[in-house]
Nanobody
Framework: QVQLVESGGGFVQAGGSLRLSCAQSRIILSVFWSRAMGWYRQAPGKERELIAALTSDGKTNYADSVKGRFTISKDNNRKTWYLQMNSLKPEDTGVYYC??????????????WGQGIQVTVSS
């Protein structure tokens, strides 16, 4: 079973930045570079939504609410994925989940999930 661990969350004021990281705690899902991954967010009282995805060939998929502010990326050497979040707004508050998909072309990855990490943006 793939285990993913998110880090980098926390508390920030509106307008600030955070960078989330996602790494495999157990390297079971090999060929890191060939996987698709994404970040989901679940805001209080709302359903979980995909906010950013990255395919193995570099295609990105962003929710309208984060376009121009968030950037998804990966480091093949470190086998780590990132979500750079800039110009944060209070409505970005929620639990963020990283997801990896065995299908590198999937723009809505959903195979393996992390435990989630809290991001709180104050006004």
């Amino acid at each position: 079973q793939v285990q993913l661990v998110e880090s980098g969350g926390g508390f920030v004021q509106a307008g600030g930045s955070l960078r989330l990281s996602c790494a495999q705690s157990r390297i079971i899902l090999s060929v890191f570079w060939s996987r698709a991954m994404g970040w989901y967010r679940q805001a209080p009282g709302k359903e979980r939504e995909l906010i950013a995805a990255l395919t193995s060939d570099g295609k990105t998929n962003y929710a309208d609410s984060v376009k121009g502010r968030f950037t998804i990326s990966k480091d093949n050497n470190r086998k780590t994925w990132y979500l750079q979040m800039n110009s944060l707004k209070p409505e970005d508050t929620g639990v963020y989940y990283c997801v990896v998909d065995r299908d590198g072309s999937n723009v809505v990855p959903n195979d393996y999930w992390g435990q989630g990490i809290q991001v709180t943006v104050s006004s």
